[in-house]
């Protein structure tokens, strides 16, 4: 039986090296129109000095926390390296380069989803304070300089993902896809990291300073006084716009990896080779080259829509409107594209006709984007009736308005999850059975939903950006009361929480069906299929009704354990993180609680809060709680893999691919909801802010903030990074190692576990055993 490791491509022609300086060119395209967007941005006034003192704050914090990540990051990337390399170096014991190429790969997948989080922050905390100075001036102005500087993240995420599985392409060549693997494993693990770290400092800043600011003192969002609020918008740039743009990296670059490796895959089916004789090779080296034309088509398609993008000069119009034309524009242009793509370069070899199957397959994944996109609208606007309902829950307090969210979010996880099984059930359809055909569709229906990754992350990083935005109006005091500014910059954010929302929702669904087609190469590569395939290449006729029988039999007690064991790690890692906002927002409480109580003139505005104490709390909370989620998702698939045999760590991918699904779901969309029915109670809604109603839903609010900005995005690289550690180390699993080098790796991964579980215990709070008496009257609040 062989694997995708051993298939043999044909060498490249003409045609095949033309087309990637194609995709080579369109990757710098992608680059160039984000430098000149980034210099058409910074051409922009950044407004008074007021404005400037807060933006340099928020710049300041959000770039000393990038640094201090990657220097914790880095000890991690070099084992792990060095450890890819000494893995493989057996592996492809006649062709060193092909072991430097995996480990290699991985180092720059590593570098480049850093990359990519790092423009994304930079131009958000650039371009912020740039919208809050031209929303003085006028409507169409803020929005046009948001959504471009939005579209800087987007434009370099794009270019630095195609660009550097282009050179993979033209180093290696036809052998491309061994390496590739590598390349999506370090742009996973180094996401992980990132929405872990920038998801716990957002969220401790955010809850922090939100139950002591509104809850407890009274005070807007964003109000100068809360010595929480720069670290808090600190941590909008951290999570939601490096956090983000690494997220959706990763995701850009491992549906492609698993189409690329599924498109080689091919080769293996027998029915796939019957059928196409002696054109199947260069057949499969088309379906491996389509992958990156449809990338180059949406980095085009992302261009154009974000360039259509262009307000009404009007006093205050609706956001969404501009935004939707320019997301249109992309995904038909896409289509258009990738059809047209179809047609010429995807024809059928045994008749000539060009084969519309695989368009049909890549079309799939932008109506799976829709219906996403739907969804989420539905469960989470505030205009629909599930925030309507949780907002006139908060009549009778928090926990009836905690019940109704939590209730909504459980029916909200299982419609998303059905929508991906009828996608999945669509490329079977469309490809009529041909599992390997239908594995391939599945990989280009994740391609489908990215197409237009680039507009979709212009769309994530203008959410954070007029967040800031409204956050430096509101701080730097240039203008007092309801005004034409304040009512812009107000309308530019509350959009802003719609396009994060529905951002959030296309990567959890670009997550679990990229895990999908990697979970189909893992089988492949840990040969789970070999019985059938030698039946099928001798001709029996009942080979293909056994494919699901054969593989993985959950009926088996050690492949049982493995899908229990794949099931719960999810719940775990969400339990650290969770965990981990909690115990921060907590000192973050105690900081703003003592700053109020002991800053004499600081609650009425006389003096100013010491802002770097609360940066610096949440700075060490996340370096603190970083590695315990990461060492989990490597170490348990390890563990898996060589105490229980390669169908149970099939298994373990399987129960984690539909856990996490349905945690991450569940987990953002009901803090969406909470965080919505907030925001309609604060429009005037059973009386708006400052009601018993709006601090029941301030609490809503802030339990849900963990769930849909820390644990929640979290799970979406985690299952990832577990499919590719499981596709790295199957080639070493299936083979018949010593009983004392199996021990061995399991001691070592289950001590990794132990370390991982002992370091989420870990507590900066000293619980005390004697309850504080209760505040008398002459007591001031904040409580002591």
Same mark, same amino acid.
């Given at each position: 039986?062989?694997?995708?490791?051993?298939?043999?491509?044909?060498?490249?022609?003409v045609?095949?090296?033309?087309?990637?300086?194609?995709?080579?060119?369109?990757?710098?395209?992608?680059?160039?129109?984000?430098?000149?967007?980034?210099?058409?941005?910074?051409?922009?006034?950044?407004?008074?000095?007021?404005?400037?003192?807060?933006?340099?704050?928020?710049?300041?914090?959000?770039?000393a926390?990038?640094?201090r990540?990657?220097r914790?990051?880095?000890?991690?990337?070099?084992?792990?390296?060095?450890?890819?390399?000494?893995?493989y170096?057996?592996?492809?014991?006649?062709?060193?380069?092909?072991?430097?190429?995996?480990?290699?790969?991985?180092?720059?997948?590593?570098?480049?989803?850093?990359?990519?989080?790092?423009?994304?922050?930079?131009?958000?905390?650039?371009?912020?304070?740039?919208?809050?100075?031209?929303a003085?001036?006028s409507?169409?102005?803020?929005?046009e300089?948001?959504?471009?500087?939005?579209?800087?993240?987007?434009?370099?995420?794009?270019?630095?993902?195609?660009?550097?599985?282009?050179?993979?392409?033209m180093?290696?060549?036809?052998?491309?896809?061994?390496?590739?693997?590598?390349?999506?494993?370090?742009?996973?693990?180094?996401?992980a990291?990132m929405?872990?770290?920038?998801?716990?400092?957002?969220?401790?800043?955010?809850?922090?300073?939100?139950?002591v600011?509104?809850?407890?003192?009274?005070?807007?969002?964003?109000?100068?006084?809360?010595?929480?609020?720069?670290?808090?918008?600190?941590?909008d740039?951290?999570?939601?716009?490096?956090?983000?743009?690494a997220?959706?990296?990763?995701?850009?670059?491992?549906?492609?990896?698993?189409?690329?490796?599924?498109?080689?895959?091919?080769?293996?089916?027998?029915?796939?080779?019957?059928?196409?004789?002696?054109?199947?090779?260069?057949?499969?080296?088309?379906?491996?080259?389509?992958?990156?034309?449809?990338r180059?088509?949406?980095?085009?398609?992302?261009?154009?829509?974000?360039?259509?993008?262009?307000?009404?000069?009007?006093?205050?119009g609706?956001?969404?409107?501009?935004?939707?034309?320019?997301?249109?524009v992309?995904?038909l242009?896409?289509?258009a594209?990738?059809?047209?793509?179809?047609?010429f370069?995807?024809?059928?070899?045994?008749?000539?006709?060009?084969?519309?199957?695989?368009?049909?397959?890549?079309? +799939?994944?932008?109506?799976?984007?829709?219906?996403?996109?739907?969804?989420?609208?539905?469960?989470?606007?505030?205009d629909?009736?599930?925030?309507?309902?949780?907002?006139?829950?908060?009549?009778?307090?928090?926990?009836?308005?905690?019940?109704?969210?939590?209730?909504?979010?459980?029916?909200?996880?299982?419609?998303?999850?059905?929508?991906?099984?009828?996608?999945?059930?669509?490329?079977?359809?469309?490809?009529?059975?041909?599992?390997?055909?239908?594995?391939?569709?599945i990989?280009?229906?994740?391609?489908?939903?990215?197409?237009?990754?680039?507009?979709?992350?212009?769309?994530?990083?203008?959410?954070?950006?007029?967040?800031?935005?409204?956050?430096?109006?509101?701080?730097?005091g240039?203008?007092?009361?309801?005004?034409?500014?304040?009512?812009?910059?107000?309308?530019?954010?509350?959009?802003?929480?719609?396009?994060?929302?529905?951002?959030?929702g296309?990567?959890?669904?670009?997550?679990?069906?990229?895990?999908?087609?990697?979970?189909?190469?893992?089988?492949?590569?840990?040969?789970?299929?070999?019985?059938?395939r030698?039946?099928?290449?001798?001709?029996?006729?009942?080979?293909?009704?056994l494919?699901?029988?054969?593989?993985?039999?959950?009926?088996?007690?050690?492949?049982?354990?493995?899908?229990?064991?794949?099931?719960?790690?999810?719940?775990?890692?969400?339990?650290?993180?969770i965990?981990?906002?909690?115990?921060?927002?907590?000192?973050?409480?105690e900081?703003?609680?003592?700053?109020?109580?002991?800053?004499?003139?600081?609650?009425?505005?006389?003096?100013?809060?010491?802002?770097?104490?609360?940066?610096?709390?949440?700075?060490?909370?996340?370096q603190?709680?970083?590695?315990s989620?990461?060492?989990?998702?490597?170490?348990?698939?390890?563990?898996?893999?060589?105490?229980?045999?390669?169908?149970?760590?099939?298994?373990?991918?399987?129960?984690?691919?539909? +856990?996490?699904?349905?945690?991450?779901?569940?987990?953002?969309?009901?803090?969406?909801?909470?965080?919505?029915?907030?925001?309609?109670?604060?429009?005037?809604?059973?009386?708006?802010?400052?009601?018993?109603?709006?601090?029941?839903?301030?609490?809503?609010?802030?339990?849900?903030?963990?769930?849909?900005?820390?644990?929640?995005?979290?799970?979406?690289?985690?299952?990832k990074?577990?499919?590719?550690?499981?596709?790295?180390?199957?080639?070493?699993?299936?083979?018949?190692?010593?009983?004392?080098?199996?021990?061995?790796?399991?001691?070592?991964?289950?001590?990794?576990?132990?370390?991982?579980?002992?370091?989420?215990?870990?507590?900066?709070?000293?619980?005390?055993?004697?309850?504080?008496?209760?505040?008398?009257a002459?007591?001031?609040?904040?409580?002591?």
């Open positions: 039986m062989m694997s995708e490791a051993t298939v043999t491509l044909p060498q490249f022609g045609l095949e090296t033309t087309l990637l300086w194609v995709v080579l060119a369109t990757s710098i395209l992608a680059l160039a129109y984000g430098w000149y967007l980034r210099r058409r941005v910074l051409q922009k006034s950044p407004g008074p000095e007021t404005m400037v003192a807060v933006s340099a704050a928020i710049q300041e914090g959000a770039l926390y990038l640094g990540q990657l914790a990051m880095l000890p991690v990337i070099v084992l792990i390296t060095i450890g890819l390399y000494l893995l170096r057996p592996i492809y014991a006649g062709r060193p380069l092909l072991t430097l190429g995996v480990a290699g790969a991985f180092l720059l997948g590593c570098f480049a989803s850093y990359g990519a989080g790092f423009v994304g922050m930079t131009s958000a905390v650039q371009g912020n304070v740039r919208v809050a100075n031209a003085r001036r409507y169409k102005e803020a929005l300089i948001a959504f471009q500087a939005g579209t800087i993240s987007g434009m370099f995420t794009v270019g630095l993902g195609l660009l550097g599985a282009t050179i993979m392409f180093l290696f060549r036809e052998d491309a896809m061994r390496v590739l693997v590598g390349f999506g494993f370090g742009g996973s693990l180094v996401a990291f929405r872990v770290g920038g998801g716990i400092y957002t969220k401790a800043a955010d809850v922090g300073a939100d139950l600011g509104k809850v407890e003192v009274g005070i807007p969002e964003d109000d100068p006084r809360n010595a929480a609020v720069i670290a808090d918008n600190v941590g740039n951290v999570g939601d716009c490096a956090g983000m743009a997220d959706v990296f990763e995701s850009y670059e491992v549906t492609l990896v698993a189409a690329i490796i599924l498109g080689a895959a091919t080769l293996l089916d027998p029915q796939f080779v019957a059928l196409y004789g002696a054109a199947a090779a260069g057949f499969a080296l088309k379906l491996i080259i389509y992958p990156l034309l449809v180059a088509i949406g980095v085009v398609a992302s261009v154009i829509g974000t360039w259509s993008v262009r307000a009404k000069d009007e006093e205050i609706d956001p969404m409107k501009p935004i939707n034309v320019g997301f249109w992309s995904a242009f896409s289509i594209g990738f059809g047209l793509v179809n047609y370069y995807l024809r059928d070899p045994v008749t000539g006709a060009p084969d519309f199957r695989f368009f049909l397959a890549t079309l +799939t994944g932008i109506l799976l984007a829709l219906v996403i996109g739907w969804l989420t609208e539905l469960f989470t606007h505030a629909r009736a599930p925030v309507t309902e949780i907002a006139h829950a908060t009549r009778t307090g928090p926990a009836t308005m905690l019940l109704t969210g939590l209730g909504t979010g459980m029916e909200s996880t299982v419609w998303a999850i059905l929508a991906i099984a009828l996608t999945i059930g669509a490329s079977m359809a469309i490809f009529k059975g041909n599992l390997a055909l239908s594995a391939y569709g990989a280009l229906s994740g391609l489908g939903l990215l197409t237009t990754t680039g507009f979709i992350l212009a769309m994530d990083t203008y959410g954070p950006i007029v967040d800031n935005a409204n956050g430096i109006f509101e701080m730097s240039v203008e007092r009361g309801d005004t034409p500014t304040g009512r812009i910059v107000a309308r530019l954010d509350a959009v802003g929480n719609t396009t994060k929302a529905l951002t959030k296309f990567a959890i669904a670009t997550a679990v069906v990229a895990a999908i087609a990697l979970f189909r190469s893992f089988i492949d590569e840990a040969r789970l299929f070999v019985d059938v030698e039946l099928a290449a001798a001709g029996v006729e009942q080979a293909q009704g494919l699901t029988s054969v593989g993985i039999q959950v009926n088996l007690p050690q492949v049982f354990i493995g899908l229990l064991i794949g099931g719960a790690v999810p719940f775990l890692v969400s339990a650290f993180l965990r981990a906002v909690g115990r921060s927002a907590f000192l973050v409480v900081e703003v609680r003592r700053q109020f109580r002991e800053i004499p003139g600081l609650l009425e505005g006389k003096s100013r809060p010491d802002y770097s104490r609360a940066v610096d709390i949440v700075t060490k909370a996340a603190r709680e970083l590695l989620p990461a060492l989990i998702a490597i170490s348990a698939p390890i563990l898996v893999g060589f105490a229980l045999g390669p169908a149970s760590l099939g298994a373990y991918l399987a129960g984690a691919i539909l +856990t996490a699904q349905l945690l991450a779901v569940f987990m953002a969309n009901t803090g969406g909801a909470w965080d919505n029915a907030k925001k309609k109670i604060e429009e005037g809604y059973l009386g708006g802010k400052g009601t018993e109603y709006h601090k029941a839903a301030v609490i809503g609010d802030t339990v849900g903030d963990p769930l849909k900005d820390t644990a929640g995005p979290a799970l979406n690289p985690l299952i990074v577990m499919n590719l550690v499981a596709i790295l180390i199957a080639p070493v699993v299936i083979r018949p190692l010593p009983f004392g080098i199996r021990a061995t790796v399991v001691v070592g991964m289950a001590l990794l576990i132990a370390v991982a579980v002992f370091l989420s215990k870990r507590s900066p709070i000293e619980i005390k055993a004697v309850m504080a008496p209760e505040p008398t002459a007591s001031s609040d904040p409580r002591p």
